[in-house]
């Protein structure tokens, strides 16, 4: 099974600022990596696949990057409907899908 | 547009089987496009996959939960199903349906019910 990380659990940011959050795999996932975001009560929406291809109707301020086993998911400019928890999630190999513990972007 | 919704007892006794259906409208389901899963989130906590199941039937499962989970199909309803046996308090969480590509494509899990909350309780 491979292990997903996250870090940090929380990111305290401004609005307006630029927000970094990383994903680790515990082995090579080469780019089978996706990014959800998850605000309270509502179902995660997929953001990015492909390490760094972004849905349909996601804003360009949501990038990602990386392969093999370090991904990250850049946010240039936070805006107010941007603070939620997101997870990356590798699709790899499975059975199992994994995902990660979550980032929690607060204000 | 694709539709998903999640159906079921709200509450489940420890020991019983907690089962949910899923229906899918929208879109077709009765072909290979797809897979259709399981995924489940403790109050408070993150993600966790519980199984897949293709039109045909075939299906995978988390090894955790392997033996006490079953997820089946029917295509005439365009309903998938989740069968977890033996609950308990840990069992307790939100339950989404959801699709994703089969292998050798595979691909992220694209489209999402609205979760069903599902409570492990005498």
């Known amino acids: 099974e491979i292990l997903m990380t996250q870090s940090p659990a929380t990111l305290s940011v401004s609005p307006g600022e630029r927000a970094t959050l990383s994903c680790r795999a515990s082995?090579?996932?080469?780019?089978?990596l996706a990014w959800y975001q998850q605000k309270p009560g509502q179902t995660p929406r997929l953001l990015i696949y492909g390490a760094s291809t972004r849905v349909a109707g996601i804003p360009a301020r949501f990038s990602g990057s990386g392969s093999g086993t370090e991904f990250t998911l850049t946010i240039s400019s936070l805006q107010s409907e941007d603070f939620a928890v997101y997870f990356c999630?590798?699709?790899?190999?499975?059975?199992?899908?994994?995902f990660g513990p979550g980032t929690k972007v607060e204000i | 547009q694709l539709h998903l919704r999640e159906s079921g007892p709200g509450l489940v006794k420890p020991s019983e089987t907690l089962s949910l259906i899923c229906t899918v409208s929208g879109g077709s389901f009765d072909r290979s496009d797809y897979y259709w899963a399981w995924i489940r989130q403790p109050p408070g906590k993150g993600l966790e996959w519980i199984g897949s199941?293709?039109?045909?039937?075939?299906?995978y499962y988390t090894p955790s939960l392997k033996g006490r989970v079953n997820i089946s199909v029917d295509t005439s309803k365009n309903q998938f199903s989740l069968q977890v046996n033996s609950v308990t308090a840990a069992d307790t969480g939100l339950y989404f349906c959801?699709?994703?590509?089969?292998?050798?494509?595979?691909?992220?899990?694209?489209?999402w019910g609205q979760g069903l909350l599902a409570t492990v309780s005498s």
């Open positions: 999630q590798q699709y790899y190999s499975w059975p199992p899908f994994t």
């Open positions: 199941v293709y039109y045909n039937g075939y299906s």
């Open positions: 082995q090579s996932v080469s780019r089978n």
């Open positions: 959801a699709r994703h590509p089969p292998p050798p494509a595979s691909g992220p899990f694209d489209y």
